[in-house]
């Protein structure tokens, strides 16, 4: 569904991304794991069309996206979560929702704000609130929410967990799991390794803007290298 190959991505004259190829099938949950600085939201912000790579290809279900502009990609498909959330702080939950429906082209949305509502209930009980009153964990839900109304076929999570107490990381993981399930492909991004990789079907490991190892995520979890580096041993 997706195909990453030869990518490099600069950012000035530093180079933060290093011939760096990798895939995602469709149905699949794929993790891109690895340390601050590796890499991982360049990659994802290069894939969502909002950074030009200096090298290499970028497939969506065929098609070449690497010059196509970031709303067309969403348009086809593709959807981000981005790292830290960011949802719109001035407007209510149900606003926030709107927006991720924004690009659709159907106006059949009501199942699927009923949808979001059935796995996020916070959401539905704080619809009528300002997004910038939602807690870190409430917040994230309404990030994931809000690209689920686009309706994506491939779904990429930047660190889902970051910053959320251990109740609501198992959640969230639960969720995504729920959401590959009912269809979506997923694409996510996580330092917390453990986590990510239990939840996934395969997942690539990566180092000052390098992929080192790749594997399915029990081959991965099990790996002495990947248990020194990011499982505390
Ligand atoms: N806008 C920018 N300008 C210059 N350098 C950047 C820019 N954004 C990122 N970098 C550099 O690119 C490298 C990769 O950063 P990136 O944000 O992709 O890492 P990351 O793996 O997402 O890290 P984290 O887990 O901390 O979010 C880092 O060395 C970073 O300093
Ligand atoms: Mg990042």
Redesign the pocket.
């Known amino acids: 569904m997706l195909k990453i190959q030869n990518l490099a991505v600069h ?2 004259m ?1 180079q ?1 991304v290093h011939d760096v190829s990798f895939e995602v099938n469709e149905g699949e949950i794929v993790t891109l794991i ?10 994802l912000r290069t894939i969502s069309g909002l950074i030009r790579p200096s090298q290499g290809s970028i497939t969506f279900e065929g098609s070449e996206i690497t010059k196509i502009a970031p709303q067309k990609i969403v348009a086809g498909g593709l959807s981000q979560v981005p ?1 830290g959330r960011h949802v719109f702080a001035g407007l209510t939950v149900m606003e926030n929702l709107e927006m991720g429906a924004y690009l659709r082209k159907d106006n059949d949305t009501k199942a699927d704000y009923e949808q979001v509502f059935q796995k996020f209930p916070v959401l539905k009980e704080r619809k009528n609130q300002d997004a910038a009153t939602l807690s870190g964990g409430e917040q994230q839900m309404l990030a994931m929410g809000r690209a689920l109304m686009s309706k994506p076929k491939l779904l990429l999570l930047d ?1 889902p967990s970051m910053g959320l107490a251990p109740i609501f990381i198992k959640e969230i993981f639960s969720i995504i799991q729920e959401i590959n399930q009912q269809g979506t492909t997923v694409l996510l991004i996580e ?1 917390n390794a453990k986590m990510a990789l239990s939840v996934a079907d395969r997942g690539y490991v ?1 180092e000052t ?1 390098k992929v080192v190892l790749s594997g399915t995520g029990s081959e991965l979890l099990e790996s002495e290298e990947v248990k020194k580096a990011y499982l505390g041993g």
């Open positions: 950012y000035g530093i933060a690895g340390a601050n600085g590796a890499g991982k939201t360049t990659i790292e660190e330092q990566l803007g």
